[in-house]
């Protein structure tokens, strides 16, 4: 009888929760050509289709959807059965605080797993804006804190960070996105989709089009990413946005406005305070390999 390879399987649960091949792929650190292979031969292996391919990306098929409830199972047991052997033991309670711009189609997926994968480890997550959690490092409020920063050195923020002890998880293009279905229909003013003035991507993105003379207005108005993906899902208009947190539908956007080119973002896991317990450090060092 055939076997289910952990690998296959691992890149099929990426690209089910990352929504396309496209997405998938520097997740599981190969090319799109490799992962569309690799999905191929477990759909060999199965005898069956695992996944709809359709205009907004991938999504499971039934069969797919069984396949992907073992295939989870089975690669927390594989890791469980790795850390067991290393004697790896993190149990207590965990305060993390994460950025919602960090991969927000996978992310609740992405603490489920660990949750399973460290049964004694508690964790307690609560979504911030990076502005906050970086300034709120040394509070005590939260034992590990994961933020993003503009690569741009006016953006408000923006340090020399090479120096620094925080441990660098991903790099990601911003780009100016649209929904398929949006269109201008004449309009002389570009219609923002934004986050509130706390967020300090939406400040910088304003500032630039101020500083272009980009004439715009605000169409919407979302308290966090989520509702901003639905925004822009509705062609309600237009925003920025990081490539891990575009929604289904969206496409890159410019609509003869002449905006701007955009500077990456980095992930990150912030610096070990002085003197934390020895969970959070063990932690972070775990959090840093499931999260890259």
Request: charged share 30%; hydrophobic share 40%.
């Given at each position: 009888m055939p076997r289910l390879d952990l690998d296959l399987l691992q890149t099929f649960v990426a690209v089910a929760e990352a929504g396309s091949l496209s997405a998938a792929a520097p997740l599981v650190f190969r090319s799109q050509s490799a992962v569309s292979e690799q999905i191929r031969k477990l759909e060999d292996v199965c005898g069956l289709a695992l996944l709809s391919r359709g205009k907004k990306g991938v999504s499971p098929t039934p069969a797919g959807e069984r396949l992907l409830t073992h295939a989870r199972k089975l690669l927390t047991l594989s890791d469980l059965a790795f850390q067991d052997m290393q004697g790896v033991l993190l149990a207590g309670d965990l305060r993390l605080a994460i950025t919602d711009y960090f991969r927000p189609s996978s992310i609740a997926a992405i603490?489920?797993?660990?949750?399973?994968?460290?049964?004694?480890?508690?964790?307690?997550?609560?979504?911030?804006?990076?502005?906050?959690?970086?300034?709120?490092?040394?509070?005590?409020?939260?034992?590990?804190?994961?933020?993003?920063?503009?690569?741009?050195?006016?953006?408000?923020?923006?340090?020399?960070?090479?120096?620094?002890?925080?441990?660098?998880?991903?790099?990601?293009?911003?780009?100016?996105?649209?929904?398929?279905?949006?269109?201008?229909?004449?309009?002389?003013?570009?219609?923002?989709?934004?986050?509130?003035?706390?967020?300090?991507?939406?400040?910088?993105?304003?500032?630039?089009?101020?500083?272009?003379?980009?004439?715009?207005?605000i169409a919407h108005s979302a308290s966090g990413v989520g509702g901003l993906q639905l925004a822009l899902s509705a062609g309600l208009g237009v925003s920025c946005l990081n490539a891990s947190a575009f929604p289904q539908?969206?496409?890159?956007?410019?609509?003869?406005?002449?905006?701007?080119?955009?500077p990456d973002v980095e992930f990150s896991l912030l610096p070990p305070r002085i003197g934390e317990p020895r969970l959070v450090t063990e932690a972070r060092e775990m959090l840093a390999q499931q999260l890259a």
């Open positions: 603490l489920s797993r660990l949750r399973a994968q460290y049964p004694r480890l508690r964790l307690h997550v609560s979504i911030r804006k990076s502005a906050l959690i970086e300034q709120d490092a040394g509070s005590g409020d939260f034992d590990i804190g994961l933020s993003m920063c503009i690569l741009d050195r006016r953006a408000q923020g923006a340090k020399d960070r090479r120096a620094d002890r925080r441990i660098r998880l991903r790099r990601e293009p911003l780009s100016w996105i649209a929904d398929a279905s949006f269109a201008l229909n004449g309009a002389s003013r570009l219609p923002l989709i934004v986050l509130p003035a706390t967020c300090s991507l939406q400040r910088f993105i304003v500032r630039i089009l101020d500083e272009r003379e980009i004439s715009y207005e539908g969206a496409r890159e956007f410019d609509g003869g406005f002449r905006l701007p080119r955009l």
